[in-house]
């Protein structure tokens, strides 16, 4: 091992060297060469791959054995010099363990991964000198990131995600880097019915769903999967659509994924988001993605998109519960905004029609489900809101169970039911047959507490 090592220390210095005899031109070239090969692009690695074996053989090493961890010589003494060292077998999935784990976190030298849904030890370990590197190269590629700021979130080629946090925010010699990847390579509902997330019955329900046009939710909380969904339900959809994608950070390559379809793909959060959003609601979009929303300025722009009688939207929220989320929502905005917080809650009631929330299974993490699915419903007549579950996971059985009561949204009765009839006729069948297999037993509508209009006008508060 050691021997390795010095051999690194060997091409690293023969690089060095290179550097200090190009021009300022060729430095340039080099530096940015190098930026991109650290972030995974196939012509550059290829391009330093192929100088270290020639250095190799030019001094007779290409017979010295690399760590076990990496596939061979050069792909090692890549990674160590100019790579993400004992990480590239994670991030390259250069094992079936790596391939199907999600997430990696390096805390101080010691390199854990999510494997067989729980957090192992791994034997390779990364030096402090090297992580100082690693970390100086992967900011080379996000030039408004100060290296001094400690915390950083970086995207690789691959469009794997790295949060690192360093200096003072962490103890010495203990910086974190965290890295996240999505293990599910096939978007289908398919898939995630082979994978066990969802059950495959629901796969035709989902389909006239998508057909019609919900505004839905997808809930949860990190590493169970929402953003996976999200991506499933959305490359269903209609391609000639025209779309606006808004998220925190570009997790989701729409122009990958739907190549065809024209969505406007937007990176944006807090104050930025606050200034564009003025001119999203002045656009033309069939509909909107709000990946992750997460404070008062995502929730204030989504319901005032849906308001304006905007379909097909959807979006992520971290939070495990159904019920809670529209109180949620509606505070964080009267906070920010102000405004009546009875009316907010009924506008969330009225216009985001139904909630998936999903989970990680306590036995093995690296599995997800699809832990159940509400309805929101707002009667105007009584001026009541009420959420009704129509779908909840067992995971003592790993099964489902079902409520076929899927009340048509508000937007329906007002003016969609024609345009839908059939496509909602066929989502009761499916639900009928769903429950008459499994029935949901007991109370599933939910009058939530929080919305209490007639009372507040009693205490004379509103």
């Known amino acids: 091992m050691e021997a390795f090592y010095q051999l690194c220390q060997v091409v690293e210095t023969r690089f060095e060297e290179d550097f ?5 031109l060729g430095k340039g070239r080099k ?17 330093y791959k192929g100088r270290i074996r020639d250095i ?14 990496y596939e061979s010589l050069e792909d090692g003494i890549f990674h160590e010099v100019y790579g993400l060292a004992g990480l590239a077998p994670w991030v390259y999935d250069q094992t079936e363990a790596y391939r199907k784990s999600s997430s990696a976190k390096l805390i101080g030298d010691r390199l854990y991964c999510l494997i067989d849904g729980k957090s192992q030890l791994q034997p390779q370990r990364i030096s402090s000198k090297r992580r100082e590197q690693l970390k100086r190269a992967l900011l080379m590629a996000t030039p408004r990131e100060r290296l001094e700021k400690g915390f950083h979130e970086i995207y690789l080629h ?3 995600r790295i949060t690192v946090f360093s200096g003072e925010r962490t103890k010495k010699e203990q910086d974190v880097m965290v890295f996240r990847k999505y293990v599910v390579h096939q978007l289908s509902f398919e898939n995630l019915a082979e994978l ?11 389909r006239c769903m998508i057909q019609i046009g919900f505004n839905i939710l997808i809930s949860g909380a990190v590493r169970t999967g929402k953003t996976t969904f ?17 998220a925190t950070d570009p997790e989701t390559p729409w122009h990958t994924l739907m190549p ?3 969505i406007m793909e937007l990176v944006a959060d807090g104050e930025d988001l606050e200034r564009i959003s003025k001119s999203l609601l002045r656009g033309d979009n069939d509909y909107v993605l709000l990946e992750e929303m997460r404070d008062a300025v995502a929730y204030h722009l989504f319901l005032e998109i849906l308001t304006m009688g905007t379909i097909r939207s959807k979006a992520t929220i971290h939070d495990g519960s159904s019920t809670n989320i529209p109180y949620k929502m509606a505070t964080a905005i009267k906070e920010k905004y102000g405004g009546n917080l009875e009316s907010m809650i009924s506008q969330i009631f009225r216009n985001i029609n139904y909630v998936f929330t999903f989970c990680q299974l306590s036995r093995n993490r690296a599995e997800k489900r699809l832990a159940g699915i509400s309805a929101y419903q707002y009667d105007g007549a009584s001026d009541r809101v009420s959420v009704h579950e129509i779908c909840r996971y067992l995971p003592e059985e790993d099964t489902w169970q079902w409520k ?14 024609m345009i839908a009839g059939k496509e909602w006729n066929r989502m009761e069948e499916i639900i009928k047959n769903l429950e008459f297999r499994n029935p949901l037993r007991g109370n599933t509508v939910i009058y939530p507490r929080y919305y209490q209009p007639d009372q507040r006008r009693k205490d004379g508060r509103e």
Not at 20 to 24: I, L, M, N, V, Y
Not at 31 to 47: D, P, S
Not at 62 to 68: C, F, I, K, M, R
């Open 20 to 24: 200090k005899d190009a021009d300022e």
């Open 196 to 206: 066990g997330t969802i059950p495959k019955e629901v796969i035709p329900l989902f």
């Open 56 to 69: 190799l053989v030019d001094g007779g090493y290409e017979n010295l054995e690399p760590p076990p961890w």
């Open 230 to 246: 999200l991506q499933v339900w959305q490359c269903e959809e209609d391609r000639s659509l025209e779309g606006v994608a808004i």
């Open 404 to 417: 076929a009561d899927l009340l048509p949204p508000t937007y329906m009765k007002e003016q969609k039911v």
């Open 260 to 262: 065809e379809a024209p």
């Open 158 to 160: 691959n469009g794997i």
């Open 31 to 47: 530096l940015e060469r190098e930026k991109r090969a650290i972030m995974g692009h196939e012509r550059e690695i290829r391009y």
